[in-house]
């Protein structure tokens, strides 16, 4: 099955002089249906699914009674977020969360490059991204 990613850069640079530049990407994911009427069709696509829909329709069969182990919602969240996150730093940018302890701290921390929304839709295959990186002079 093929993969299609498609990044559209919708910001990249500083809006006004003096300002800090903000990168705003979307990256669109489709992957090749393999199988039924849809066989060779892209669609959208993205790791696990909608996490959400998933999450409740464990819980419910756990309640149910059966289903026992698989991942806890945090563990299905978080590796949604930690595939986004390799996604957009191998196809955009590098780029350090706030709460990342990657060894920076102080003004190294300040003005790398640093995570402010990472949304991911994954009934239309896509993660929105934003970066800020801090003004230096």
């Known amino acids: 099955m093929a993969t ?5 850069c919708h910001r990249a640079g500083q809006p006004r002089a003096y300002a800090d530049s903000e990168y705003v990407y979307t990256l669109k994911i489709e992957q090749e249906v393999g199988y039924g009427d849809s066989k060779g069709q ?7 699914g909608d996490v959400e829909a998933s999450i409740k329709k464990d819980e419910q069969l ?22 986004a996150i390799k996604l957009v730093k191998t196809l955009c940018m590098n780029f350090r969360e706030r709460s990342d302890d990657d060894g920076r701290t102080g003004m190294d921390a300040h003005f790398y490059p640093t995570l402010q929304l990472l949304q991911i839709d994954p009934a239309m295959g896509e993660i929105r991204v934003s970066i800020i990186d801090p003004f230096t002079d």
Do not use: C, F, N
Request: aromatic share 14%; no cysteine; charged share 30%.
């Open 42 to 48: 892209m669609k959208p696509w993205v790791y696990l």
């Open 62 to 83: 756990r309640k149910e009674g059966k289903m026992w182990g698989g991942q806890s919602p945090e563990q299905m969240r978080k590796a949604q977020r930690d595939w």
């Open 4 to 8: 299609q990613y498609t990044v559209i």
